[in-house]
C-alpha cells in the first residue's frame, strides 16, 4: 500500500516523538521546525528536511501540527508564508497542539471555507511517552473525515501516534 505525504510541523519535545514514530511506521516525512537543530535530528532518520512551509503545502497530503499555541498555529497556518496560500492541491491537517475549544473551532471554520479539513487532535502524555509512541490523542471531530488518508486512519486505530484512541462522534 502507498501511504500518503506527510508534513510534520513543529519537532519540539512532544513533536519530535511523534515525528520519529511516524517514519519509524514507513510513512515518507517531510518536516519543519524554526529551529535548524530540531530539523538537523531528522536528517538522519529519512525524513525529508523542507526549510519552507510552502515545500511542506506543496509535496504532503496530510500534515500534523504541533505547536506551542494558537499564535503559532495561526503563524503557520495563515501567515504570508504559511500552508493555506501555498497548498497546491487538496490537503488535510491534523493540529495535535493544546489549543481551547474556541481556538481549535475557528481554524476548523476558517479552514472549511478553503475546502481543508482539519481534525483538532490534542495529545496527553510527556515527551518521553511521546517517544515510545504512548501518547494519548483525542481526535475532537464531529464526524469521521470521510475521505482520510491512511494516516488519518492509523491515529484513528492507534497505531500511528500512540496506542490508545479516543474518538469524539
Known amino acids: 500500500m ?7 510541523v ?13 517514519t519509524n511506521a514507513g510513512h515518507q516525512l517531510y518536516v519543519h521546525d524554526q ?19 510552502s515545500e511542506i503545502a506543496q509535496k504532503c497530503s496530510l500534515v500534523f501540527l504541533c505547536l506551542p499555541s ?10 504570508p508564508k504559511g500552508l493555506v496560500d501555498n ?6 491537517i491534523i493540529d495535535t497542539s493544546t489549543l481551547e475549544r474556541s481556538e481549535a473551532l475557528q481554524f476548523h471554520g476558517q479552514l472549511a471555507h478553503k475546502a481543508i479539513q482539519y481534525a ?14 504512548k501518547v494519548k490523542p ?16 492509523e491515529l484513528r ?10 474518538i469524539n462522534d
Open 138 to 153: 483525542v481526535p475532537l471531530v464531529r464526524r469521521p473525515l470521510r475521505e482520510a488518508p491512511q494516516a488519518i486512519k
Open 120 to 133: 483538532d487532535c490534542p495529545v496527553s502524555g510527556l515527551p518521553a511517552r511521546a517517544r515510545e509512541g
Open 2 to 8: 502507498t501511504h500518503p505525504k506527510i508534513g510534520f
Open 35 to 53: 529551529s535548524a537543530s530540531a530539523m538537523a535530528r531528522f536528517a538522519d532518520i529519512n525524513a525529508i528536511c523542507c526549510q519552507s512551509l
Open 10 to 22: 513543529g519537532l519540539g519535545q512532544m513533536g519530535s516523538g511523534m515525528a520519529s514514530n511516524l
Open 70 to 79: 494558537a499564535k503559532e498555529v495561526d503563524e503557520v497556518l495563515f501567515g
Open 87 to 92: 497548498v497546491k492541491a487538496q490537503i488535510s
Open 157 to 166: 486505530e492507534g497505531k500511528a501516534l500512540g496506542r490508545y484512541v479516543l
